[in-house]
């Protein structure tokens, strides 16, 4: 038998809960594609964030469907207020990692999995990368600090966002293998985290060749010229702002030309403005608006209803790593115009499955539209083209045979290194110290906002009389006795004050631990003293070996 593996993908992203991101939509075709060739996938992803309760599959009644196990996540860690008041965007990513690796333990203790693969984006694989408990693939998306480079989303270097780039490269350094769907991400990271290129293996990006396919309904009626198709977030990334400024050149050599722009807006505009309010303004001032359409959102299901519609696809992006816009286009069969930016080119075929252009280049852009607009015997061999590379290089199957591969090298990796975790103790036990450390954050900051404000102070005592009078008041005859100069000096009061100090200390360290005890259970997290999955995982990963020569 063919070499089989259990696996567990973890993604924040996955459909319909938490979007058709580009992670949403790689890890749910990845997944169903390794289901298919008959190997053991599940899926660790988070709720909706309004979510009360995890959901954790017990029985599924298709056997083709992957299980899916979800985490809640939105109201966790709220109780460490100044840490997201701090460092809001680092609470964000670290509150989600730890909802996904409470619920990969929750599963893998019952059956350990063979390997993990998370995402780099956003630190997702930091916990499985710090405590090693299984071979470990980190699917590259984009990094952070590619972001903050770029100022792509008006993220700036400030240590917020830095702190999440230093947890991705942590997470990157300690994999067993990092997969990339493009040799210009590849080369990035590389750079970014001093990992050799040659370490990092490329595997493409998969599409679903059955469902994105010509044939079938079309969700847009024929108009009496060309229609051209944009899909994807408003955002400055996607470069839809090129597009439409390319629109009146455009119209200006076909009249008849159409657009339509699928993608949910964004406030990712100047002062976090709308962009989609932008794009209406540019329009209505080049009085182009009647050539346009928007559309909100198409569920993933509708979206080849809408390719089918097109002629032309566009995917002006500033940057993608490996653009599904371009995959699903291609293998719909139809010509893509996208960028010379980033992985775009490694997709689009110039000249065979479509036209590459420099990005920022509405001119360039135009001109490729009126082109292949013009042309039809041209845009048809293109669609054909793009058809059959579609089915003979990108399908899903195919990409899932080369990351199956990718996934015996690092569990043939993991096993000759025997990796050296830099988290020690149980796995259980990491999620205990992860929140005690920022419980210690919040309560430093706590502390250095009480010295230096006069308000949060009175807020403090005002709340801590309500709530423990007798303690505040011990606290302030301590205070009282050491500083009154007739007393301050007697053997007999110096020794009140030491006892009282005491004491003090000591109610105060036993709230604090009543705090962070109610916070562990708010996280849902146990004190430590059951069976480690470390343990359990760790006996199974010594006999990977006996296990998969077994299944073969």
Not at 118 to 127: D, I, N, Q, R, V
Not at 382 to 411: G, N, P, T
Request: charged share 20%; net charge neutral.
């Amino acid at each position: 038998m063919a070499f089989v593996v259990r696996i567990c993908l973890i993604s924040r992203e996955y459909p319909p809960d938490t979007g058709w991101g580009g992670i949403g939509a790689y890890t749910f075709q990845h997944a169903q594609a390794l289901k298919n060739l008959g190997h053991d996938v599940e899926v660790i992803s988070l709720t909706k964030e309004d979510a009360r309760a995890d959901s954790s599959p017990e029985q599924i009644a298709d056997p083709s469907l992957v299980p899916v196990h979800r985490a809640v996540w939105g109201n966790l860690l709220q109780e460490l207020s100044t840490v997201w008041i701090s460092v809001p965007y680092t609470h964000f990513v670290l509150k989600s990692a730890l909802a996904l690796w409470r619920k990969f333990l929750e599963v893998h203790s019952v059956r350990p999995f063979d390997l993990v693969e998370a995402p780099e984006h956003l630190a997702e694989a930091l916990f499985p990368a710090i405590t090693r408990v299984c071979p470990l693939v980190i699917r590259l998306h984009t990094p952070h600090s590619k972001f903050i480079r770029e100022k792509y989303h008006n993220l700036n270097a400030g240590f917020d966002h830095r702190l999440v780039s230093i947890l991705e490269r942590m997470a990157m350094i300690e994999a067993d293998l990092l997969s990339s769907p493009s040799i210009d991400l590849a080369s990035y990271v590389a750079s970014d985290t001093g990992v050799e290129p040659a370490e990092i293996r490329i595997v493409r990006n998969p599409v679903d060749t059955k469902r994105f396919c010509p044939d079938g309904p079309k969700a847009l009626s024929n108009s009496d010229g060309p229609l051209i198709f944009f899909a994807g977030r408003l955002e400055e990334r996607k470069g839809v702002h090129y597009l439409i400024d390319a629109v009146p050149a455009v119209l200006a050599k076909v009249p008849n030309a159409k657009f339509v722009i699928v993608g949910a807006d964004t406030k990712t505009g100047p002062g976090k403005t709308s962009v989609l309010a932008e794009l209406h303004r540019r329009l209505a001032a080049s009085g182009c608006a009647q050539a346009v359409q928007f559309v909100n959102h198409v569920p993933l299901a509708e979206m080849p209803n809408y390719y089918r519609s097109a002629d032309i696809c566009v995917v002006p992006s500033l940057y993608e790593n490996a653009p599904y816009t371009v995959l699903e286009a291609q293998s719909t069969g139809k010509p893509v115009i996208g960028t010379s930016a980033g992985g775009s080119p490694e997709y689009v075929a110039h000249d065979e499955t479509g036209l590459v252009v420099p990005p920022r280049d509405s001119h360039a852009l135009a001109e490729s539209i009126v082109d292949l607009s013009l042309n039809k015997d041209k845009r048809e061999a293109m669609a054909k083209r793009a058809r059959e590379r579609s089915l003979s290089q990108f399908d899903r199957e195919i990409i899932a045979q080369h990351a199956i591969a990718s996934y015996e090298f690092a569990i043939e990796q993991y096993k000759s290194e025997k990796p050296n975790a830099l988290f020690k103790k149980s796995s259980e036990q990491s999620l205990r110290d992860f929140v005690e450390v920022l419980y210690a954050y919040h309560n430093s900051l706590c502390d250095l906002i009480y010295r230096h404000s006069f308000s949060y102070r009175a807020k403090y005592w005002i709340r801590n009389f309500a709530a423990r009078p007798r303690l505040c008041a011990a606290k302030l005859a301590a205070a009282a006795l050491e500083r009154t100069p007739i007393l301050s000096g007697q053997t007999k009061i110096i020794l009140l004050v030491d006892r009282l100090k005491s004491q003090i200390a000591s109610r105060e360290q036993e709230q604090q631990n009543q705090v962070l005890e109610a916070l562990l259970k708010s996280c849902n997290i146990q004190v430590p003293g059951q069976t480690s999955a470390r343990s359990a995982s760790t006996n199974h990963n010594d006999n990977i070996a006996t296990t998969t020569q077994d299944r073969r």
